[in-house]
C-alpha cells in the first residue's frame, strides 16, 4: 500500500535537492532547473493530496495550473538569463553582483 | 570799512599788519614767478609810512585807543581779537616797520641771485605780518599766535639754505628752544584765563583792570606762577639763560635775516611781552627777572669775547644786549628796557647789515679765488678799512652805540639802564648791588669785544694770503643806503635832543613810568663818565693787542676755548635734555613693542596653546568616543556586510537560513 | 511488497537518484539530460498518486517543452560549455558547497519532522473524505473530471492563467529578441 | 525718510550699484563711490549749515535735530515685557561737526584710492558700507542701532586691512578686528544690563533710547544700573562704575588710550593709504565720541568720579605716544604714534569737564581727522611712488619735490599746533580747560595740564627732527637714481585732496567760531549734565 507519507518523504527529497541546486549552482540554467525540482516536488504534494478529494479535483488542477505556471516561469526565466548573458558574457550569478552594496 | 577809509589809526594799524599778509599771500601764490621781491618791499613801504604817519604820530602822547571783534565763543566765554593801541604798542610797531623796512632794500641787493629768493620774499612777509601784529595784538592769545607765528617764521628763515646740515640742525633747535618758551606762554595764558576769566590785556591789566580789584592776590603762588611763565616765553623768545642757545646757532641763516629777526625785532618781543603785561608781576617774579637778565648780559659777553665767527660775536652781544633790557624790567624800569630796546634795534641791526657787508664781499673774494675759507671768520679778515671805507664808519657808528659811546642813542639807553639798576640797587641795598655793578662790567666788556671786532677786522692786513685783495670793493648802493639810514638812527638826536641825559628822551617821556626807587642825581654824572672812560680804557687796550699785535694772552687757552663754546653748554643741554629724551623715546618705544605689545601678543600665544590643547581633548576625547562609536557600528555592519554581496543565491540562502531557523524556533517553542 | 509498491520505490529512487545527480554533475549539459529523467521519474510517481492526466501533461509540458527549451537556450548561451567538455576539471562530480547542504539538510529534516507530526493529526477534510468514499480511484475517469471542472467550476482561474500564460509566452519572447539598436 | 536716513544709506545704494555692475565696468566704481560720497558731503555740509546752533542735544529729545523715530522692532516677551527697540537718529552739536568731518575724510580716502587696481569692485563696495557704518554710528540715538552700526563698521574694515593691506596685513586686521571686538562685546553685556534697568515712561516698556538712559527718573529702582538704592557689585566694584568702566574700555580701544594701543600702529601701517585715512580720521573719533555721548552721558555719576583717572590716562597718552614717535624710524608708524598722543588730548580734554576742555577736546578731534588723514596721505604718496617710507632712506626731498615738501610741512606745522591751524586751538583749549579744571573741582590736578603741554613740545620734536631728517640736507636716496625718478612731485589729483584739507585746517583755525558755535550749546549741556554730580 502506497501511503500519503511516501509521496510525502519523495516530494520532500525533491525539494531539498532543488533547494540545494538553487543555492549552490553557479548557473542560473541549473537554478532554474532547481526551480523545477521543486515545483515539480510540491506538483506531487498536490497529486497526493488531490487524491482524497474527488469532489472538486482540486490537486489535479492545480497540479495542472502549476506546470503551466512553472513553463512560463521558465520561458521567462531563459529569456531573462539569455539577456544577462548578452549583457555580462556570463551566466554564473557569482559574477554578478550588481546588487553588492 | 568805513574806519579804513577815514584810516583812523586802527584802521591804519589792521592795514600795516594785514599789508605784509597780503604781500606773504601772492608772493606764495606767484611762487617762483616774482623773485623781485616788489610785493614785499610795496607791503613793508606802505605800511612802514601807515605806521608812522596814521598811527604813530596820531597815538604817541595821544589817547590809547582799542578795538575789540568777538572771535568765537567757547562755553561762556567770548574770545575777542582785539586791538591795542597805546604809546608801547605803537612805538613797538614803528620800530618795527623801520627796521624793516631798511632791510628789506638792503635784501634786494644781498639776496640777489639766490635760488630761493622767491621763498625769502615769502618768508620775509609773513614774518612781518606776524611781527606787527605780534606788537598791537590786545589779546593774549591772539599775542600768543602772533609770538608763535614770529617763531615759525623765524625758523624757515633760519633754515632759509636748508640744504646745509647746520642751518636744518639750527632752526629746528630754534623753534623747539622757543616752544618751551611757548609752553610757558600758554600756562601763563591758562592761569590768567583761569583766575580773571578773559584774555584781555586792558581787560585785566588796564586802569581799572580786574588785577585790581581783589581777585586774586597778587602775591599769591598762582600770581608768581604766572609771571614765571610768561617770563618763560620771554626768556626764549629773547634768548634768555640758559635759553640762548638757539641764537647764536640761528646765525645759519642769511645775515639779513638775522639783523632784523635776531637782533632788532624779533627777539626783543620778549621784552615787549613783558612790558605790556609789567603789572602782572610782582617782585619775587621782577627779582628772577633781573637775575636771570644779569647772568644773560655777563655769560653773553664772555661767550662774545672769544668768538671768530663776525656773526656769533653780535649774536652774544645782542644776547647781552637782551640781558640788559630784562634787568630794566626787572627793576621796574621798563621804559628803560624798551628804550634801550629801540636804540638797540637800531645799531645792533646796521651792525649785523655791515657785517653781512663784509661776509659778502668775503664771500665773493672766496668765490673769486676759489679760496678754502670761512668767509664769517674774524681771524681771515682785517685791514678791510682800505677797501670798505663807507661800511667801516657805518660800522664804528654801530660799535660806539653799542658801547655807549656819547653822541650815540645806545649812550642814553644804556645810561637809563644803569643809572636806574644802580638807584634801584641803592633802594634795596646789600647784595642787589651786584647786579649793577656787573652791568658796568658787561658795559667794559661791550666795548672790548666790539672794538675787538672793529679792531680785527678793518685794521691791520688781510689775513687771507696768497689772494688778490683787488677783489674787494664797496657793498653796493642799495646796501649802504639802508645801513646809513639806521647810523643816523643811531646817533642821539633821534631820540633826545640832549645828548647827555636820557631824562629828556622821547621814549621815556611818552610811556611814562612809575620808578619804585628815588632818583639820585650824582650817579647821573659819575655813571656815564665812568662807563665812557673804561670804554675808552678798553679800546685803547684791545688797539694794542689786536692792532699792533701785543697779544698777551694765549689764543688757544682752555679759558678761550670754553668761552668760544659757551662752556660747553650746548654739549651739557645735548647730554641733559636731549639724548635722554631720545632715549625715553626709545625705551618707551622698546616697552611699547616688547611688552605693551608683547603682552598682547603673549596672550594671543597663550589663547593659541589653550586652543591648541582643547583642540586636541576635541579631538582624541570628545570627538573620540563619538568616533569610537561610529567606529564599532562600522565594524559591526563591515562584519556583516558579506551578507550583502550581491549574488542572489547568497541572498536567497540567508534568507531560507533565516526562514529555517525561524521555523526551529517555532517547532520548539 | 506488491508490485505496486516495488515500482513505486523505484520510480521514487530513480527521481532521487537523478534528481541528486543533476545536481552534482559539474557539466551542466550532462546535468539537463538528467533532468529529462527525473521529470520522467516524476511523472511516473505521479501515475502512483492516480493523476495521469497531470503525470502527461508533465511528460509533454516539461520533457516536450520546458526541457528542449532549457537546452536550446543552454546551447545558445554557454560558450563555455565546449570547454568545460574539452577540459574536464577537477572531479567528475561538482563540489558541493557545505552552508547550501547544511541548508537543505536542515529543511529535509524539518520536512521529516513536519510529515511525521503530519501522520498523527491528519486534517479534517481527508478524514471525511475517506470516511464518505470521495477518493479518487483507478476506476475513475480523470480526464472527463477534470474537463467538467476546469470548465465550470475552474474555468476563471483557467482563463485567467491561459491569458497568463500568453503574457509570459509574449513576454519571453520580447526579452530573448535581439535589440535592434545596439 | 528723512534726511539722516538719506544721508546714512545713500553709501548702501552706491554698494548695490557697484555690486550689480559688470565687472568690465570696473574703471566706474570709482566715479560711483566718488559721485555718492560728494552728494553726502553736499547733504552733510547742508545739514551742518541749517543746523540750529541753540540746540542743546545729550539728554534732552528737544536738543536734537533732523529727528526720526520708528519703532523698529517690538517683540513681547512675556513677563520680560516687550522689546522696545527703535530707529531712531538724531544730531546734536557733538555729532554734527563730526558727520561733516566724516563725509569729508571719505571724500579724501576716495580719492586716495584712485589708483587701487586690486578688484575695485569689492573694494569700493565694502568702503561705501564703512561710509554707511559710520555714518549711521554718529546719528544713532538707540543703542541697539548703534550698536549694530558699530559692529557693521568692523567688518568691511577687517577685510580692507586684510585684503589690500602690506605685507604684514593679516596680522595687523586681526589684531584689530580681536580688539575692538574685545571692547564691544562687553559693551554688549553693559548694553543689555541698561536695557533691562531703564523703562521708557511713556510706554513701560524697557527701552534701548539712549536719551531715556541718560534721566535718572528712568531707572527702575533697585535694578542693576540704578542710581538709588543699588548695591550690585562685581569684584568689589558698584555696578553703575563697572558699566563705566566696561563701556570706557570698548570705546578707549578705538580712540586709542595707551595700553589699549598697540592695534594701532600695526593696523594703521598695515592698511592701504585710504584706510589708514579713514582709521585716522573716522575711526579714533568713534571712541572719542563714544566716550562723551555714551559714557559720560550715561554714567555721569561714574564718570566724575573715575574722572582722574581718565585725565592721567590722556596725560600718558600724550606723553607716551610722542615718546614712542621719537623713537619711530618708520614715517607711517610715527604718524600713528602721534595720533595716539594726539587722541590722548582728547581725553584730557573731555576729562577736564569744562567747557573750555571738552570743547577744545572736540575741536581737537575734527582737527586731528582731517588733519591725520592728511598725514595718512602724504605718507601714501611717497609710499606710493618707491614702496618706501623709512625716514632713514629719504634725504633732502625738500629739494626734488618742493610742492610735496612745501605740503608736507604745512600738515606738520599745523599738526604739532601751530598758532592759525586747528589744531593749536584744540590743543590750546585742552590745556586751558585742563587747568581751569582744579578751579571748577572736577578732580583733574593742574600738573596734568603741564604735563599735557609738555605732549606739544615734544609733537613738535619728532615732527621737525622728521622734517629735517628726510626734508631736508642734501638730496640723497637710498634707492639711488631709479627712486629720484620714481619720486615725482605731487601730482594734480594729490593737490586736489590735500589743499581742501590744509586749507580747512587753516580756516578752522582762524575761525574756529564755524565749529564752536554749532557745538556750545551742547557742549554746556553737558557739563551740566556731568558736573550736578561733582
Given at each position: 500500500m502506497i501511503t500519503l507519507t511516501h509521496f510525502l518523504v519523495v516530494s520532500a527529497c525533491i525539494f531539498c535537492i532543488g533547494l540545494y541546486t538553487v543555492i549552490a549552482k553557479r548557473n542560473a540554467i541549473m537554478i532554474l532547473v532547481g526551480i523545477e525540482l521543486m515545483i515539480n516536488a510540491a506538483i506531487l504534494n498536490l497529486v497526493a493530496f488531490g487524491k482524497?478529494?474527488?469532489?472538486?479535483?482540486s490537486g489535479q488542477i492545480f497540479a495542472l495550473f502549476a506546470i503551466v505556471l512553472a513553463a512560463a516561469s521558465v520561458a521567462v526565466g531563459l529569456a531573462i538569463i539569455l539577456n544577462v548573458y548578452r549583457h555580462y558574457k556570463t551566466i554564473n550569478p557569482d559574477n554578478i553582483t550588481d546588487l553588492r552594496d | 570799512m568805513n574806519s579804513l577809509l577815514t584810516i583812523s589809526p586802527i584802521g591804519a594799524s589792521i592795514l600795516v599788519v594785514l599789508l605784509p599778509l597780503l604781500a606773504f599771500i601772492i608772493q606764495a601764490v606767484l611762487g617762483k614767478k616774482s623773485t623781485s621781491g616788489i610785493w614785499s618791499l610795496a607791503a613793508i613801504s606802505i605800511s612802514t609810512l601807515l605806521s608812522g604817519i596814521f598811527v604813530f604820530a596820531q597815538v604817541w602822547n595821544g589817547t590809547a585807543l582799542q578795538v575789540d571783534y568777538s572771535w568765537f565763543t567757547i562755553g561762556e566765554k567770548t574770545f575777542n581779537v582785539g586791538i591795542l593801541l597805546n604809546n608801547l604798542t605803537v612805538l613797538m610797531q614803528f620800530i618795527v616797520c623801520i627796521i624793516a623796512l631798511p632791510v628789506h632794500i638792503y635784501s634786494k641787493a644781498y639776496m640777489?641771485?639766490?635760488?630761493?629768493i622767491h621763498r625769502y620774499w615769502m618768508y620775509l612777509s609773513l614774518f612781518c605780518f606776524a611781527m606787527l601784529g605780534l606788537t598791537i595784538s590786545k589779546n593774549l592769545l591772539l599775542m600768543y599766535i602772533f609770538w608763535e607765528l614770529v617763531g615759525f617764521a623765524s625758523y624757515l628763515l633760519i633754515g632759509f639754505?636748508?640744504?646745509k646740515e647746520s642751518a636744518v640742525q639750527a632752526n629746528k633747535k630754534a623753534f623747539l628752544m622757543n616752544r618751551i618758551g611757548d609752553l610757558g606762554f600758554l600756562i601763563g595764558i591758562a592761569i590768567l584765563f583761569n583766575t580773571f576769566?578773559?584774555?584781555?590785556i586792558v581787560d585785566i591789566l588796564?586802569?581799572?583792570?580786574l588785577l585790581y580789584q581783589?581777585?586774586?592776590?597778587?602775591?599769591s603762588g598762582l600770581m608768581t606762577a604766572a609771571g614765571i611763565c610768561f617770563f618763560l616765553g620771554a626768556m626764549a623768545k629773547s634768548a634768555?639763560?640758559?635759553?640762548?642757545?638757539w641764537l647764536p646757532d640761528a646765525m645759519e641763516g642769511p645775515t639779513s635775516v638775522s639783523s632784523l629777526?635776531?637782533?632788532?625785532?624779533m627777539v626783543a618781543a620778549g621784552v615787549f611781552l613783558l612790558s605790556s603785561i609789567?603789572?602782572?608781576?610782582?617782585g619775587t617774579v621782577l627779582l628772577i627777572i633781573a637775575i636771570i637778565g644779569t647772568i644773560t648780559a655777563v655769560t653773553a659777553a664772555i661767550f662774545a669775547l672769544a668768538q671768530y665767527d663776525i656773526k656769533k660775536v653780535l649774536a652774544f652781544s645782542t644776547i647781552s644786549q637782551l640781558g640788559y633790557m630784562m634787568v630794566a624790567v626787572g627793576i621796574g624800569a621798563w621804559d628803560a628796557g624798551m628804550f634801550h630796546l629801540a636804540t638797540h634795534a637800531f645799531f645792533k641791526c646796521l651792525l649785523f647789515l655791515s657785517a653781512g657787508a663784509l661776509i659778502h664781499e668775503m664771500a665773493h673774494l672766496k668765490a673769486h679765488n676759489n679760496g678754502d675759507f670761512?668767509?664769517?671768520?674774524?681771524?681771515?679778515?682785517?685791514?678791510?678799512r682800505q677797501y670798505m671805507p663807507k661800511t667801516f664808519v657805518l660800522m664804528t657808528v654801530a660799535s660806539l652805540a653799542l658801547a655807549g659811546f656819547?653822541?650815540?642813542?645806545g649812550f642814553l639807553s644804556k645810561d637809563a639802564i644803569v643809572i636806574s639798576a644802580f638807584e634801584w640797587a641803592m633802594q634795596k641795598g646789600g647784595v642787589h648791588l651786584l647786579i649793577p655793578i656787573l652791568l658796568v662790567l658787561v658795559s667794559i666788556l661791550t666795548a672790548f669785544y666790539i672794538g675787538r671786532l672793529i679792531f680785527k677786522a678793518?685794521?691791520?692786513?688781510?689775513?687771507?694770503?696768497?689772494?688778490?685783495?683787488?677783489a674787494l670793493h664797496e657793498a653796493p648802493k642799495t646796501m649802504l643806503l639802508p645801513m646809513a639810514f639806521l647810523a643816523v638812527c643811531s646817533l642821539f638826536f633821534v631820540f633826545s635832543?640832549?645828548?647827555?641825559?636820557?631824562?629828556?628822551?622821547g621814549i621815556l617821556n611818552g610811556l611814562a613810568v612809575q620808578y619804585s626807587f628815588t632818583e639820585i642825581h650824582a650817579l647821573h654824572t659819575i655813571i656815564p663818565i665812568t662807563l665812557t672812560l673804561t670804554a675808552l680804557l678798553s679800546w685803547w687796550l684791545g688797539y694794542n693787542w689786536y692792532v699792533k699785535g701785543t697779544?698777551?694772552?694765549?689764543?688757544?687757552s682752555s679759558w678761550m676755548r670754553f668761552a668760544q663754546n659757551q662752556f660747553g653748554m650746548n654739549e651739557w643741554m645735548e647730554k641733559t635734555f636731549v639724548a635722554p629724551t631720545l632715549l625715553l623715546g626709545k625705551a618707551s618705544y622698546w616697552f611699547d613693542k616688547y611688552l605693551v605689545d608683547g603682552l598682547v601678543n603673549g596672550a594671543s600665544y597663550v589663547i593659541r596653546k589653550i586652543s591648541e590643547i582643547i583642540t586636541w581633548i576635541d579631538k582624541h576625547i570628545v570627538d573620540g568616543i563619538v568616533n569610537a562609536v561610529a567606529q564599532l557600528a562600522y565594524e559591526l555592519g563591515n562584519a556583516f556586510r558579506?551578507?550583502?554581496?550581491?549574488?542572489l543565491q547568497n541572498y536567497l540562502g540567508f534568507t531560507l537560513t533565516a526562514v529555517l531557523i525561524g521555523i526551529i524556533y517555532l517547532i520548539l517553542r | 511488497m506488491n508490485l505496486e509498491l516495488f515500482l513505486f520505490y523505484a520510480f521514487a529512487a530513480l527521481a532521487i537518484g537523478s534528481s541528486l545527480l543533476v545536481v552534482s554533475l559539474k557539466n551542466p549539459a550532462r546535468a539537463l539530460f538528467l533532468f529529462f529523467i527525473t521529470l520522467f521519474a516524476m511523472a511516473g510517481l505521479f501515475l502512483f498518486a492516480l493523476a495521469d492526466f497531470v503525470a502527461i501533461t508533465q511528460i509533454m509540458v516539461y520533457v516536450g517543452g520546458v526541457l528542449i527549451l532549457m537546452i536550446f537556450a543552454f546551447m545558445l548561451s554557454n560558450k563555455e560549455l565546449l570547454a568545460d567538455i574539452q577540459h574536464?576539471?577537477?572531479?567528475?562530480l561538482s563540489l558541493p558547497s557545505w552552508q547550501s547542504i547544511l541548508l537543505a539538510l536542515g529543511f529535509f529534516a524539518v520536512f521529516i519532522l513536519g510529515i511525521r507530526e503530519w501522520n498523527n493529526d491528519m486534517p479534517e477534510w481527508m478524514l471525511s473524505n475517506i470516511q464518505e468514499g470521495m477518493v479518487i480511484t483507478p476506476h475513475d475517469n480523470n480526464i472527463q473530471q477534470l474537463g467538467i471542472k476546469f470548465m465550470t467550476q475552474y474555468v476563471l482561474p483557467f482563463e485567467v492563467i491561459s491569458i497568463f500564460l500568453l503574457m509570459a509566452l509574449i513576454g519571453a519572447a520580447h526579452l530573448s529578441r535581439k535589440e535592434e539598436s545596439q | 525718510m528723512g534726511l539722516l536716513s538719506l544721508l546714512i544709506f545713500l553709501p548702501l545704494v552706491a554698494t548695490a550699484l557697484i555690486l550689480l555692475l559688470?565687472?568690465?565696468?570696473?574703471?566706474?566704481y570709482k566715479y560711483i563711490a566718488l559721485g555718492f560720497t560728494v552728494i553726502q558731503f553736499a547733504l552733510a555740509g547742508w545739514l551742518y549749515v541749517q543746523f540750529?546752533?541753540?540746540?542743546?542735544g545729550i539728554n534732552q529729545?528737544?536738543?536734537?535735530?533732523y529727528l526720526e523715530q520708528l519703532p523698529w522692532i517690538r517683540l513681547?516677551?512675556?513677563?520680560?515685557?516687550q522689546l522696545e527697540i527703535d530707529y531712531f537718529l538724531g544730531v546734536d552739536g557733538v555729532s554734527m561737526p563730526l558727520l561733516v568731518l566724516s563725509a569729508f575724510v571719505m571724500l579724501m580716502a576716495i580719492g586716495a584710492s584712485?589708483?587701487?587696481?586690486?578688484?575695485t569692485k569689492g573694494y569700493f563696495s565694502l568702503l561705501m558700507l564703512l561710509n554707511m557704518a559710520v555714518m549711521g554710528i554718529f546719528c544713532a540715538l538707540d543703542f541697539f542701532l548703534f550698536y549694530i552700526f558699530y559692529e557693521v563698521m568692523l567688518l568691511p574694515l577687517y577685510f580692507l586691512i586684510g585684503i589690500?593691506?602690506?605685507?604684514?596685513r593679516e596680522y595687523a586686521a586681526i589684531k584689530f578686528f580681536i580688539y575692538t571686538l574685545f571692547g564691544s562685546v562687553f559693551m554688549l553685556l553693559i548694553i543689555v544690563g541698561l536695557y533691562f534697568s531703564?523703562?521708557?515712561?511713556?510706554?513701560g516698556a524697557h527701552t534701548f533710547n539712549m536719551l531715556h538712559m541718560m534721566n535718572p527718573n528712568n531707572y527702575v529702582d533697585?535694578?542693576?544700573?540704578?542710581?538709588?538704592n543699588n548695591y550690585y557689585e562685581v569684584l568689589g566694584i558698584p555696578a553703575r562704575m563697572l558699566g563705566f568702566i566696561v563701556l570706557f574700555v570698548a570705546f578707549a580701544i578705538k580712540v586709542p588710550i595707551v595700553p589699549l594701543h598697540t592695534w594701532l600702529p600695526d593696523a594703521h601701517v598695515e592698511a592701504p593709504t585710504p584706510v589708514s585715512i579713514i582709521l585716522a580720521g573716522i575711526l579714533l573719533k568713534i571712541g572719542g565720541y563714544g566716550i562723551i555721548r555714551v559714557c559720560y552721558s550715561i554714567f555721569p555719576d561714574a564718570a566724575v568720579d573715575a574722572n582722574w583717572w581718565l585725565g592721567l590716562i590722556g596725560v600718558i597718552s600724550i606723553l607716551y605716544g610722542a615718546l614712542n614717535a621719537l623713537a619711530q624710524k618708520d614715517l607711517k608708524r610715527l604718524i600713528a604714534y602721534s595720533s595716539v598722543s594726539h587722541m590722548g588730548f582728547v581725553l584730557l580734554g573731555v576729562a577736564s569737564l569744562t567747557a573750555e576742555g571738552i570743547s577744545g577736546a572736540l575741536f581737537q578731534m575734527l582737527s586731528h581727522g582731517f588733519l591725520s588723514a592728511a598725514l595718512f596721505f602724504l605718507v601714501g604718496v611717497i609710499y606710493d611712488r618707491v614702496?618706501?617710507?623709512?625716514?632713514?632712506?629719504?634725504?633732502?626731498l625738500a629739494s626734488h619735490m618742493p610742492a610735496y615738501t612745501g605740503f608736507v610741512a604745512v600738515a606738520f606745522f599745523a599738526s604739532l599746533g601751530?598758532?592759525?591751524?586747528?589744531a593749536f586751538i584744540g590743543e590750546a583749549f585742552v590745556i586751558i580747560g585742563t587747568f581751569n579744571a582744579e578751579s571748577v573741582g572736577t578732580?583733574?590736578?593742574?600738573w596734568m595740564a603741564i604735563a599735557g603741554s609738555i605732549g606739544i613740545l615734544l609733537s613738535a620734536a619728532y615732527l621737525l627732527w622728521t622734517l629735517q631728517r628726510m626734508?631736508?640736507?642734501?638730496t640723497r636716496f637710498k634707492g639711488g637714481e631709479a627712486w629720484a625718478s620714481a619720486?615725482?612731485?605731487?601730482n594734480t589729483r594729490e593737490r586736489i585732496i590735500l589743499f581742501p584739507t590744509l586749507a580747512l585746517a587753516l580756516v578752522l583755525g582762524i575761525m574756529p567760531s564755524l565749529v564752536f558755535d554749532k557745538m556750545n550749546a551742547t557742549v554746556l549741556n553737558l557739563v551740566s549734565l556731568v558736573s550736578q554730580y561733582l
Open positions: 482524497y478529494d474527488k469532489l472538486n479535483y | 640777489k641771485g639766490d635760488a630761493g639754505w636748508y640744504t576769566g578773559t584774555l584781555d588796564g586802569k581799572d583792570g581783589g581777585i586774586v592776590d597778587q602775591n634768555q639763560f640758559p635759553l640762548h642757545l629777526i635776531h637782533a632788532a625785532t609789567f603789572p602782572l608781576f610782582n670761512d668767509p664769517q671768520d674774524l681771524r681771515n679778515m682785517g685791514g678791510l656819547p653822541l650815540t642813542s678793518f685794521f691791520g692786513k688781510l689775513r687771507v694770503s696768497n689772494l688778490e685783495a683787488p635832543f640832549n645828548p647827555f641825559s636820557y631824562a629828556n628822551s697779544y698777551p694772552l694765549q689764543a688757544n558579506f551578507v550583502q554581496n550581491g549574488r | 574536464i576539471s577537477g572531479s567528475f | 559688470p565687472n568690465r565696468m570696473q574703471s566706474n540750529d546752533n541753540s540746540a542743546s529729545i528737544s536738543g536734537f535735530q513681547d516677551l512675556g513677563s520680560l515685557g584712485w589708483n587701487i587696481t586690486k578688484s589690500w593691506g602690506g605685507a604684514n531703564v523703562v521708557n515712561p511713556d510706554t533697585g535694578s542693576f544700573f540704578a542710581y538709588l614702496h618706501d617710507r623709512y625716514i632713514y632712506n629719504f634725504r633732502g601751530l598758532p592759525g591751524f586747528s578732580g583733574i590736578p593742574r626734508f631736508f640736507g642734501q619720486l615725482t612731485d605731487i
